[in-house]
Every structure is written in structure tokens, then in C-alpha cells.
């Protein structure tokens, strides 16, 4: 039978657990995040005794996530019967093979929810940086009033905190919620401990200014989100401390034009006179061939990048690169962690950076929509509003 008809037949057996079981369609974390502990431990225990094939599915499926692997570990061979007690052997057996500390038997009854497992609700996750510089930070912990607290936290490190949310619901709503943003292809959220989320909100607070507000609430709630302690480790510094740099330019390069990592654009107010500049000498009436006025136009702007890589930015650059790489370690993408290493010490001194191919790309890329260059009228056409001379029959 397969797992979904043995839902159905605890659904059938069973009424009050089947307004929770039905609407998942067989789908075990929709399942587990439907189901209460105790409903979720008794629906294992009578697949045990009546499906044993479904029961070590799904207890399989339950395993990869910590509320399941509770449930699953709490299970006791009490009252079982001989297929139940053997199909439970079998799904500890494969738990203990992949590192997983559990009790070689269970024979007395457990409690049908784990103690302690509604405190325990703590943690904290990061997403990658988007390409303006912006990351989600979120930050998880138990509600007094039941359930769980997630504060969500949009963090800039030019801007500051530009957005912030706080939400409370049932652990197992949150739960869901973090599970789906650790499993969306674009920008997947990462987990981080909850000193390090602090400590990265705590680095742009004071960005702030009263042109540029921090959120409406999150003065009230700074103290649980932003305050950590001396000496936190930051994602940065951790996978600094791991890798070795690759300082492979042409790679880095490569990996800016492709949309993978950066370009992080310059704040307006710094990048606005050069973009004027730049619109001006592309409009400009000198007549100059089109592949000329592109390059006059490159070096106008390699020629500003120590003005817009001042000591602030190229700091900020620096750790934005090395929070990138710390996102594609974690991803399994350590080629291209090592590159972005690589990237970030090169913004780590305070030499020229105008001759830089990785600086270069960084600002070059932003501004090409303001570097492109009209083409010259071709004098044998007639102008677009008016009619040509010769018109053939």
C-alpha cells in the first residue's frame, strides 16, 4: 500500500485525526506541520502496527526535519506488534547510520510530545546579498503567549535597516515558512546562529539617520535583535578562516557579468554627477566613431573609481565580498567562494583601484544604460518624420 492510501486508511480508521491528515494529499511536511506532536507520534505509532512499509516512509521523510526527528525518536516498541516492532528497528537502524544519536531500544512509553521543545524554538537565518547590497536576516523565538516570534529584518550595509516585520504563529506555520525559504532556488535563506544574525544587524544600526529612519517598530524591538555580544563571529570571518583566497581576476570577473554575484551599485547621491557626465559626452556633438566614444566613455568612468571607492566603500565592498563567499561555502559552491575571497582583499588596502578589472566591472556595470552611445545619422537616409523623396510605383 502505498503511503498516501495508508494516510487515507488512518484518516478512515481513525475520524479525529482526519480533518488534519486529509488535506496535506500525502505530502509528509505538510503533514508534519498540520499534525500536533501527539497526533503526528500517534498516526506513526498505528502505521507501525497496521502499514509498517508506510510507517518507515514516512518516519524516513520525518527524519530530515528536527520536529520529525523528535517524533521519530520518541517511538516505542511497547504494545507493538511483531511487523511494527521490527519495521521500527529498521527505521532506527537507518537513523544510527547517518550519525544520528538514538537509544539502541525504546521499551516504555513515551510522552506523546517531546519536553521542552516549545523553549527550545530559537535560531536564525540569512539570505544571500540581492544585487543592490540588501539580505534578509531572520531571526526565530519562542512567543510567551505560544507558538513562535519571527522577526524579519531587511538589512543594507549603506542604507541600514530599510524593513522590518515582526510575526507570530503557530511553530509549526513558522516552521513551514522557514523551510520553504531554505528550499527556494533564488537567494535561499541560510542558518547562521542567532549571535551572528545580531551581530549583522547590529553593523548597519547606526546607518541610520533621521532622513533615512530605521522601520516603524523596530526601535521597540532592537534589544532582541541587535544586541550581541563582543567578539561575534560574522559568516565573513568564518569562511576566511576556512578557505584560501583565489585572486583570479578574470574569473571574478566573469562571475559580476553573469549576474552571480554584485554588482552592488553606488548610492545615488554619489553616482548621479558621473552619470550626468556620462549622458553628457555620449550626447555629445564631437563626431567621433561609436566604438571611440565607448571607450572615452570606459575610461570617464574607471577614471572616478577612487573618488566612489572611498576608505568607507571599498570597507563595505570588502565585507559584502566576503559575506558572498560565506553564502556560496555554505552552498556547496567553493570554487566560487575562493574567488570572492580572492575580491575582497583586493579592497582591503588603500592603493589606486582605477587599473582593477574587478572594480572596473563593479561600476562599469551599473552605468552602462547611461554609456550607451546613439549612432551617428546616416546622411543618405531621410530623417525618421519625413517622407522620402523618390517614391516607387
Not at 497496521?50 to 517524533?71: F, K, M, N, R, T
Not at 528497528?89 to 547510520?97: K, Y
Not at 516552521?175 to 535561499?188: N, T, Y
Not at 554609456?371 to 546616416?378: F, G, S, Y
Request: aromatic fraction near 6%; charged fraction near 30%.
Amino acid at each position: 500500500m502505498s503511503l498516501a492510501d495508508a494516510l487515507e486508511a488512518a484518516a478512515t480508521a481513525n475520524p479525529d485525526w482526519a480533518e488534519e491528515i486529509r488535506p496535506a494529499n500525502g505530502d509528509p511536511f505538510q503533514l508534519l506541520d498540520g499534525l500536533d506532536d501527539s497526533v503526528a507520534r500517534d498516526l506513526l505509532v498505528w502505521l507501525l502496527a497496521e502499514e509498517p512499509d508506510a510507517a518507515c516512509e514516512l518516519a524516513d521523510e520525518w527524519s530530515d526535519e528536527d520536529e520529525g526527528l523528535s517524533i521519530v525518536s520518541s517511538l516505542s516498541e511497547d504494545g507493538l506488534p511483531k511487523p511494527g516492532k521490527k519495521a521500527l528497528r529498521r527505521i532506527l537502524h537507518r537513523l544510527r547510520s547517518r550519525g544520528v544519536a538514538m537509544p539502541e531500544a525504546q521499551v516504555a512509553p513515551k510522552v506523546a510530545r517531546v519536553g521542552g521543545v516549545e523553549d527550545s524554538i530559537e535560531g536564525a537565518f540569512v539570505s544571500p546579498l540581492d544585487p543592490m547590497g540588501a539580505r534578509f536576516v531572520y531571526q526565530l523565538e519562542p512567543n510567551p503567549q505560544g507558538g513562535a516570534r519571527l522577526f524579519e529584518i531587511v538589512i543594507d550595509d549603506v542604507r541600514g535597516i530599510v524593513g522590518f516585520e515582526v510575526y507570530s504563529a503557530s511553530r509549526n506555520k513558522v516552521r513551514s515558512f522557514l523551510r520553504d525559504l531554505v528550499r527556494r532556488k533564488e537567494f535561499p535563506a541560510l542558518e547562521i546562529p542567532r549571535e551572528a544574525a545580531r551581530a549583522l544587524v547590529a553593523r548597519v544600526v547606526g546607518l541610520n539617520t533621521p532622513e533615512r529612519a530605521a522601520p516603524r517598530g523596530f526601535s521597540e524591538w532592537r534589544s532582541r535583535v541587535a544586541e550581541a555580544a563582543e567578539g561575534v563571529t560574522l559568516p565573513g570571518d568564518e569562511v576566511a578562516a576556512a578557505l584560501e583566497a583565489d585572486s583570479d581576476s578574470a574569473a571574478t570577473v566573469a562571475l559580476i557579468e553573469d549576474g552571480k554575484v554584485g554588482p552592488w551599485p553606488p548610492s545615488e547621491e554619489v553616482v548621479i554627477p558621473l552619470i550626468e557626465r556620462l549622458r553628457e559626452a555620449a550626447d555629445s556633438s564631437v563626431i567621433v566613431s561609436g566604438a571611440t566614444k565607448e571607450d572615452q566613455l570606459k575610461e570617464m568612468v574607471f577614471d572616478a573609481i577612487d573618488a566612489i571607492f572611498s576608505a568607507e566603500a571599498r570597507a563595505t565592498t570588502r565585507h559584502r565580498f566576503r559575506e558572498t563567499a560565506w553564502a556560496l561555502w555554505k552552498s556547496g559552491d567553493e570554487a566560487n567562494a575562493r574567488l570572492c575571497l580572492g575580491a575582497a582583499e583586493r579592497f582591503a588596502g588603500d592603493g589606486s583601484l582605477r587599473d582593477d578589472p574587478v572594480a572596473q566591472i563593479l561600476l562599469e556595470l551599473p552605468l552602462r544604460p547611461a554609456m550607451q552611445v546613439a549612432p551617428p545619422p546616416n546622411p543618405e537616409e531621410p530623417p525618421a518624420d519625413e517622407e522620402p523623396l523618390i517614391v516607387t510605383p
